[in-house]
């Protein structure tokens, strides 16, 4: 119980920190619910949904479902793949000759391999993943206006595109005694795979899970996400929740 408050006390300060923060950046919140399925003693089958918000929870960020697969090839390393399908909004646009493009709704697919390596000293789990992704915006089209007569124009081609990125997470965990909850911290950098290796952002995250029996877990968490300058979008805080259903 002791540790519990400690750990409880530092969150506290984390959040108290991140949103002073917050007040100079954007702010969010994201929700999840999945259902992981195991399949055998070695492989597990896994799906989820996602909400986002953004611009101080005024606006939708994005809705996506996946599907994946996990397979523990040894105690200490896992294996995954996954597909994600994500939709996202796209806020209003003025272009530099003064035509608008509305916002609008856009499409796109991703999918993921990752390398999980975990080792337990005392009560402390650590873990390190290693994943690629690689996510592909289709072509599509969009509405155009002028931005005097608001005339509606030809409408605008959003042209296919791809990305790949290599995003390395270390996370450790601490196993309370007697306790359903499991707390953690996490840093992920995300790096852009394209003609070189470039930092595109970094993550950090304090939260805890909350396992009620063995086939509900909670988990409840604060998040930063601090982006390279060439990036368009704001730094960001976010506070999240997320419900799992194993069976």
Same mark, same amino acid.
């Given at each position: 119980?002791? !540790? #519990?408050?400690?750990? =409880?006390? #530092?969150? =506290? ?11 100079? !950046? ?28 953004? !611009? $101080?929870?005024?606006?939708?960020e994005r809705l996506s479902g996946s599907a994946g697969l996990t397979y523990k090839m ?10 994600? %399908? ?5 806020? @209003?646009?003025?272009?530099? &000759?003064? &035509?608008? /493009? ?7 697919? +991703? %999918?993921?391999?990752? @390398?999980?390596? *975990?080792?337990?000293?005392? +009560? %402390? ?12 915006r289709p072509e599509q089209e969009t509405e155009k206006f002028d931005g005097d007569s608001? @005339?509606?124009?030809? $409408? ?7 990305? $790949?990125?290599?995003?390395? +997470?270390? *996370?450790?965990?601490?196993? /309370?005694?007697?306790c359903k909850f499991a707390p953690y911290v996490s840093c992920e950098l995300t790096h ?10 970094? +993550? ?7 396992? @009620? ?5 909670? &988990? %409840? ?27």
């Open positions: 119980m002791k !540790n #519990l408050k400690r750990y =409880l006390s #530092l969150s =506290l300060l984390f959040l108290f920190a991140m949103m002073l923060k917050a007040q100079q !950046n954007d702010f969010g919140l994201w929700g999840s619910v999945a259902v992981e399925k195991k399949i055998s003693k070695s492989l597990e089958a896994n799906i989820e949904g996602e909400f986002r918000s953004r !611009n $101080n929870v005024q606006t939708a040894c105690k200490w390393l896992q294996s995954s793949v996954d597909y994600t %399908f994500l939709y996202s909004y796209e806020p @209003l646009e003025r272009e530099k &000759d003064g &035509d608008i /493009i509305p916002e609008y709704w856009l499409m796109r697919h +991703r %999918f993921n391999v990752a @390398l999980t390596g *975990k080792w337990k000293i005392g +009560r %402390f789990d650590f873990s390190l993943r290693e994943r690629w992704q690689y996510t592909y608001h @005339l509606q124009k030809d $409408n605008e081609i959003i042209k296919g595109k791809g990305k $790949n990125n290599l995003r390395s +997470r270390l *996370k450790v965990e601490y196993d /309370i005694p007697k852009h795979l394209h003609h070189g290796f470039y930092y595109e952002k970094t +993550r950090c995250i304090i939260g805890t899970e909350y396992k @009620l029996k063995k086939k509900h877990v909670f &988990d %409840f968490y604060a998040l930063y996400q601090s982006l390279a300058e060439s990036e368009d979008e704001p730094n960001g805080f976010v506070i999240g929740a997320g419900y799992k259903f194993k069976f």
